[in-house]
């Protein structure tokens, strides 16, 4: 019986284990090439497995800083989707692939050895051409050609020696096309983009935070070529930044090193944009747009910078036990608001992208288009409300959060129905006034994906909104009490409220939101889902 050709799901399994059931059956021997030292490769079905009475000498860094050799495995398997690239040269196999190091990252390793028989030269290219098969399966393109921004501030600096350190070695084995350019200014890499020869790459990958995808996603939107652009070229994040969902959710990790054999390995996806208009500008959202306290807590904290990513976390808090509120109105074209239908939904949905083979429903390349982009249904901020949208005041608002993905932060999936293709965003919004012990208790629940199922919580799908955001005239309180509140809120000085695109600040003024749906394309692990399984209860 011969191994099948498909590739495991690498969420199914720990990438980094030995996957069980990869042993093939002794009949197909071309599934298995003989080497130099007595030792054996094999084609399983779902691994390489190496056999090598060698391996048992090898030292081991687990075992006394690898003084003393391991003597319990002469077997080796690694799986495919950790197979980088793999050649014959001067009758020498050469087999590099990621291997784990530590518990959140990956190194380059790699094996080599000499065909003995020179008259089975022609057998061994046969075998090394069906391993690089079944790494690279159908939907994973071989060799991508990928434009690589880095923003040297990124990650309070770190970024570029991220780069150096755990990305570029992965992209090199995987025998990737790279070209490197570093961002000189803010909207950088949106002018980049916009120039890009996009019959050149395939792939643009931002190692940065979330900033520079929302800049390349509206770079290319800029062309006049700006569909056939933005369908053609895969925008992906090597998490370099302090925000990282982009990662988290296509990458399921923010992790440097994993997200890049991620994306070596990743699949074609569309994935909806969302074009925002606000006065006489428009714009493309690929992550969320957010009023109220997530906006605040985000880009009013600044004073708390010192306090890392928990700052986020604790601006929420604060701002919650204070039943701080955002006036405004909002209408909105909803195309589900009952928790149930949606959560069912999304259950169809899951089941059956995992029914339609993953990996080997990836979308072809598109050839290249000149279409610009696809006209507003909707309208846009200037132009009149549209019949069907729906109009609510909202004098006690606390948070209004529409999300595009379901993580916005590790362990934070906000939004846990979330789908990359679906046509819709996902609106949370919850009242200012909300009892602060029913608050905590939704905070504390949002990892796992259950504040969905808080009755307090309007979840709905929506295709298009306006928002229309209330100026509050802030009395400033004097006396040692409040100035300790503000300072504990991370609090400045600001006149206005805050509005949140992307983890980007804009303009404190009326805007409007509608979903495109499948304007935007990346790589992801699954395809057409992201890396977040759902609510509780979600098969």
Same mark, same amino acid.
């Given at each position: 019986?011969?191994?099948?050709?498909?590739?495991?799901?690498?969420?199914?399994?720990?990438?980094?284990?030995?996957?069980?059931?990869?042993?093939?059956?002794?009949?197909?021997?071309?599934?298995?090439?003989?080497?130099?030292?007595?030792?054996?490769?094999?084609?399983?079905?779902?691994?390489?497995?190496?056999?090598?009475?060698?391996?048992?000498?090898?030292?081991?860094?687990?075992?006394?800083?690898?003084?003393?050799?391991?003597?319990?495995?002469?077997?080796?398997?690694?799986?495919?989707?950790?197979?980088?690239?793999?050649?014959?040269?001067?009758?020498?196999?050469?087999?590099?692939?990621?291997?784990?190091?530590?518990?959140?990252?990956?190194?380059?390793?790699?094996?080599?050895?000499?065909?003995?028989?020179?008259?089975?030269?022609?057998?061994?290219?046969?075998?090394?051409?069906?391993?690089?098969?079944?790494?690279?399966?159908?939907?994973?393109?071989?060799?991508?050609?990928?434009?690589?921004?880095?923003?040297?501030?990124?990650?309070?600096?770190?970024?570029?020696?991220?780069?150096?350190?755990?990305?570029?070695?992965?992209?090199?084995?995987?025998?990737?096309?790279?070209?490197?350019?570093?961002?000189?200014?803010?909207?950088?890499?949106?002018?980049?983009?916009?120039?890009?020869?996009?019959?050149?790459?395939?792939?643009?990958?931002?190692?940065?935070?979330?900033?520079?995808?929302?800049?390349?996603?509206?770079?290319?939107?800029?062309?006049?070529?700006?569909?056939?652009?933005?369908?053609?070229?895969?925008?992906?994040?090597?998490?370099?930044?302090?925000?990282?969902?982009?990662?988290?959710?296509?990458?399921?990790?923010?992790?440097?090193?994993?997200?890049?054999?991620?994306?070596?390995?990743?699949?074609?996806?569309?994935?909806?944009?969302?074009?925002?208009?606000?006065?006489?500008?428009?714009?493309?959202?690929?992550?969320?747009?957010?009023?109220?306290?997530?906006?605040?807590?985000?880009?009013?904290?600044?004073?708390?910078?010192?306090?890392?990513? &928990?700052?986020?976390?604790? %601006?929420? #808090?604060? !701002? /919650?036990?204070?039943?701080?509120?955002?006036?405004?109105?909002? +209408?909105? $074209?909803?195309?589900?608001?009952?928790?149930?239908?949606?959560?069912?939904?999304?259950?169809?949905?899951?089941?059956?992208?995992?029914?339609?083979?993953?990996?080997?429903?990836?979308?072809?390349?598109?050839?290249?288009?000149?279409?610009?982009?696809?006209?507003?249904?909707?309208?846009?901020?200037?132009?009149?409300?549209?019949?069907?949208?729906?109009?609510?005041?909202?004098?006690?608002?606390?948070?209004?959060?529409?999300?595009?993905?379901?993580?916005?932060?590790?362990?934070?999936?906000?939004?846990?129905?979330?789908?990359?293709?679906?046509?819709?965003?996902? &609106?949370?919004?919850?009242? %200012?006034? #909300?009892? !602060? /012990?029913?608050?905590?208790?939704?905070?504390?629940?949002?990892? +796992?994906? $259950?504040?969905?199922?808080?009755?307090?919580?309007?979840?709905?799908?929506?295709?298009?909104?306006?928002?229309?955001?209330?100026?509050?005239?802030?009395?400033?309180?004097?006396?040692?009490?409040?100035?300790?509140?503000?300072?504990?809120?991370?609090?400045?000085?600001?006149?206005?409220?805050?509005?949140?695109?992307?983890?980007?600040?804009?303009?404190?003024?009326?805007?409007?939101?509608?979903?495109?749906?499948?304007?935007?394309?990346?790589?992801?692990?699954?395809?057409?889902?992201?890396?977040?399984?759902?609510?509780?209860?979600?098969?």
């Amino acid at each position: 019986m011969s191994a099948r050709l498909t590739q495991p799901n690498p969420d199914s399994i720990d990438p980094f284990e030995d996957p069980a059931g990869s042993e093939v059956s002794n009949a197909d021997t071309s599934l298995t090439l003989t080497v130099d030292r007595n030792a054996t490769l094999t084609l399983g079905t779902d691994a390489l497995i190496i056999l090598d009475e060698g391996l048992k000498y090898r030292r081991q860094p687990r075992n006394f800083c690898g003084l003393l050799p391991q003597l319990s495995k002469t077997t080796r398997a690694v799986p495919f989707y950790n197979v980088l690239w793999a050649e014959l040269v001067d009758f020498e196999v050469t087999i590099h692939y990621a291997r784990s190091s530590g518990k959140n990252a990956c190194r380059v390793a790699y094996v080599n050895y000499a065909v003995l028989d020179k008259t089975y030269l022609a057998q061994a290219q046969r075998w090394v051409d069906a391993l690089l098969n079944r790494a690279y399966p159908a939907g994973v393109r071989k060799r991508p050609r990928m434009k690589v921004m880095i923003n040297p501030k990124g990650g309070q600096g770190y970024a570029q020696k991220l780069w150096r350190k755990e990305i570029e070695k992965i992209f090199a084995a995987a025998h990737c096309e790279v070209d490197v350019e570093r961002t000189a200014y803010r909207g950088h890499a949106a002018d980049m983009a916009e120039q890009l020869d996009v019959n050149a790459f395939d792939v643009v990958a931002c190692a940065s935070g979330d900033g520079l995808p929302h800049e390349v996603f509206n770079g290319l939107a800029r062309r006049k070529d700006a569909t056939g652009a933005l369908r053609k070229i895969a925008v992906v994040q090597l998490p370099c930044g302090t925000g990282n969902a982009m990662s988290l959710n296509l990458n399921g990790t923010d992790s440097p090193s994993l997200a890049a054999l991620a994306i070596v390995k990743g699949v074609r996806t569309p994935m909806d944009l969302v074009a925002i208009t606000q006065g006489d500008q428009k714009y493309y959202s690929f992550l969320s747009q957010s009023v109220g306290i997530i906006a605040e807590s985000d880009l009013g904290t600044e004073r708390l910078r010192w306090m890392g990513p &928990m700052r986020f976390t604790w %601006g929420i #808090l604060v !701002r /919650l036990l204070g039943k701080t509120v955002y006036p405004a109105e909002l +209408s909105v $074209a909803v195309d589900e608001d009952d928790k149930r239908i949606i959560k069912e939904q999304y259950r169809k949905a899951r089941t059956t992208h995992e029914l339609s083979g993953l990996q080997h429903t990836s979308p072809a390349i598109p050839r290249p288009s000149t279409d610009s982009l696809p006209a507003l249904r909707y309208g846009t901020i200037n132009t009149p409300l549209p019949a069907n949208f729906t109009h609510q005041s909202l004098p006690t608002l606390g948070n209004f959060y529409t999300g595009n993905m379901a993580y916005m932060a590790p362990s934070t999936p906000f939004f846990p129905v979330a789908l990359p293709s679906d046509g819709c965003q996902d &609106m949370v919004i919850v009242d %200012g006034l #909300l009892p !602060r /012990l029913t608050a905590l208790r939704m905070l504390t629940t949002v990892e +796992s994906g $259950a504040n969905i199922d808080f009755p307090e919580v309007s979840y709905r799908k929506v295709t298009a909104y306006r928002m229309t955001p209330r100026a509050v005239e802030k009395r400033e309180r004097k006396g040692w009490r409040a100035k300790f509140g503000r300072w504990l809120g991370g609090q400045g000085g600001q006149k206005q409220g805050f509005i949140a695109v992307d983890g980007e600040r804009v303009p404190f003024e009326a805007f409007q939101a509608e979903v495109v749906p499948g304007l935007g394309t990346v790589l992801s692990k699954r395809g057409g889902v992201y890396e977040f399984e759902g609510p509780p209860g979600t098969p």
